[in-house]
């Protein structure tokens, strides 16, 4: 190549492997969480009640939402976003050692559930300025289009729903 003499050069590799796919790291872990716990899209995703397990949902909920269902990045954010909130009061407030993540799509909306086994209810507080905690449930509330709690014998689904334009 003209100006580029004693640079090496990459090599043409033939057969398949030339095009085959290497995945990024984000990939792989999500594509070991989608191993693990399964696709929240088609049943529920059953994680453990542990800090760490925030991020797995957060990890599933974006490749739902953006791989999946093909919607746009803007949704996918301020789902992971909630989700995230969702997950923490079931980590930091239940005393469940499991919950569950599951997400449905339906004509013109998204619906994301966090269950646990806690029949305590999420309380929407008054956020002023200076608060360091307690915005999760008023993220919720603005962010997204409904949100709200169902009580079962054995314990609780805290959702949210959001609109999304059908293509």
Not at 16 to 22: F, G, I, K, S
Not at 28 to 50: F, H, I, Q, V, W
Request: net charge positive; aromatic share 6%; proline share 7%.
């Amino acid at each position: 190549m003209a100006g580029l003499e004693g640079v090496d050069q990459p090599r043409e590799r033939g057969g398949a492997t030339a095009a085959r796919w290497v995945p990024a790291p984000e990939d792989e872990r999500t594509a070991e969480a989608l191993r693990l716990y399964g696709n929240p899209a088609e049943d529920d995703a059953r994680l453990p009640s542990r800090p760490e397990s925030a991020a797995v949902a957060r990890r599933l909920t974006q490749w739902v939402v953006l791989r999946h269902w093909q919607l746009t990045p803007q949704i996918a954010e301020h789902a992971v976003l909630l989700v995230s909130e969702l997950v923490g009061n079931a980590v930091r407030h239940t005393g469940a050692r499991v919950f569950a993540l599951r997400l449905q799509r339906r004509r013109g909306w998204i619906r994301v559930e966090v269950r646990d086994p806690s029949r305590g209810l999420p309380c929407l507080m008054p956020v002023h300025e200076l608060d360091t905690s307690g915005r999760g449930l008023f993220l919720v509330d603005k962010l997204s289009d409904r949100w709200g709690v169902d009580l079962a014998p054995r314990g609780k689904t805290t959702w949210f729903e959001m609109r999304v334009s059908d293509r």
